[in-house]
């Protein structure tokens, strides 16, 4: 079964830093590209970030360019979202997504459960 | 960047009915979209990629169509599991959300 699971979520005051997580599973994690997609409380989906199967094309959403570094590591089926300078508007649930195929598959198929981030003082 | 407009924002209907929803690009994005469902607390789940082509195991009665910058998501007969929201996405260039249409119960 194919399985993401996201973890690292959590309060952090304004300014702070956070690096989220996911874990992948039952599918070969270094044939695809990866995604991370956030959702603010009671608002629609936003893209973040992608990131190719090696990590020779990365691309950023303008609201996190220059704060957020999307990475991964093949070997350990892991995604990663180093998340600094974090403003209140960057609350919200952030989803881990797999492209849909592994070749020009720009969908997202399948996705985490989510781990929610909460940027306060 | 594209840009995507989705209508309506919201919409009530019956089961039983036909429900229609629309994307807009701002640019000719080549049928290089996917449809999405989204219940409360859940994450959201694909029903349709490249304009028209129906997810594994997504029932029949979704439907997309369209093609250049204007898209089409339709659900011909609404079944009481079918209330959420949909999303559109374009992945032409990078990636970007249509706003969302929440399906309600009338």
């Known amino acids: 079964e194919v399985q993401l699971v996201e973890s690292g979520g959590g309060l952090v005051k304004p300014g702070g830093s956070l690096r989220l997580s996911c874990a992948a599973s039952?599918?070969?994690?270094?044939?695809?590209?990866m995604n991370w997609v956030r959702q603010a409380p009671g608002k629609g989906l936003e893209w973040v970030s992608s990131?190719?199967?090696?990590?020779?094309?990365?691309y950023y959403a303008d609201s996190v360019k220059g704060r957020f570094t999307i990475s991964r590591d093949n070997a350990k089926n892991s995604l990663y979202l180093q998340m600094n300078s974090l403003r209140a508007e960057d609350t919200a649930v952030y989803y881990c997504?797999?492209?849909?195929?592994?070749?020009?598959?720009?969908?997202?198929?399948?996705w985490g459960q989510g781990t929610l981030v909460t940027v306060s003082s | 960047d594209i840009q995507m407009t989705q209508s309506p924002s919201s919409l009530s209907a019956s089961v039983g009915d036909r429900v229609t929803i629309t994307c807009r690009a701002s640019?000719?994005?080549?049928?290089?979209l996917a449809w999405y469902q989204q219940k409360p607390g859940k994450a959201p789940k694909l029903l349709l990629y490249?304009?028209?082509r129906l997810e594994s195991g997504v029932p029949s009665r979704f439907s997309g169509s369209g093609s250049g910058t204007d898209y089409t998501l339709t659900i011909s007969s609404l079944q009481p599991e079918d209330f959420a929201t949909y999303y559109c996405?374009?992945?032409?260039?990078?990636?970007?959300f249509g706003q969302g249409t929440k399906v309600e119960i009338k």
């Open positions: 997504a797999r492209d849909g195929i592994a070749v020009a598959g720009g969908w997202f198929d399948p």
């Open positions: 039952g599918f070969t994690f270094s044939s695809y590209s």
């Open positions: 990131i190719s199967s090696s990590s020779s094309y990365i």
């Open positions: 640019q000719g994005i080549s049928n290089s």
């Open positions: 490249a304009a028209s």
């Open positions: 996405q374009q992945y032409y260039s990078t990636r970007t």
